[in-house]
């Protein structure tokens, strides 16, 4: 069974928005500090944004800060990544991690211990 699934990937043009959602059971939710990672071909997986535990608090890699947010809905154990003005480097393979028994995220991939099979966002030039 897959133990973080995600959704919302598709094509779409350069500024335009899409929002990707990842969904979780409870106890893994509820437990985690959570966060978005991106893959693109033939490049290593990067952080794209995290938030707390509780969604208190929240980060952002540079190169999207200001045109992603990330939010948690602990209620319904789904994590959103809602991206405006989407750029053509922003295409990649979109990953949703928890990191189990944590109150703050990580940009590092390797402190996550639950991963998601991805979503892939186009961006058209």
């Known amino acids: 069974q897959v133990q973080l699934v995600e959704s919302g990937g598709g094509l779409v043009q350069a500024g335009g928005s899409l929002r990707l959602s990842c969904s979780a059971s409870a106890r893994t939710f509820s437990s985690a500090a959570m966060g978005w990672f991106r893959q693109a071909p033939g490049k290593e997986r990067e952080f794209v944004a995290g938030i707390t535990r509780d969604g208190a608090r929240t980060s952002y890699a540079d190169s999207n800060k200001g045109r992603f947010t990330i939010s948690r809905d602990n209620a319904k154990n789904t994590m959103y990544l809602q991206m405006n003005s989407l750029k053509a480097e922003d295409t990649a393979v979109y990953y949703c991690?928890?990191?189990?028994?944590?109150?703050?995220?990580?940009?590092?991939?390797?402190?996550?211990?639950?991963w998601g099979q991805g979503t892939q966002v186009t961006v058209s030039a």
């Open positions: 991690a928890a990191r189990v028994d944590y109150y703050h995220p990580s940009t590092h991939e390797q402190e996550y211990t639950t």
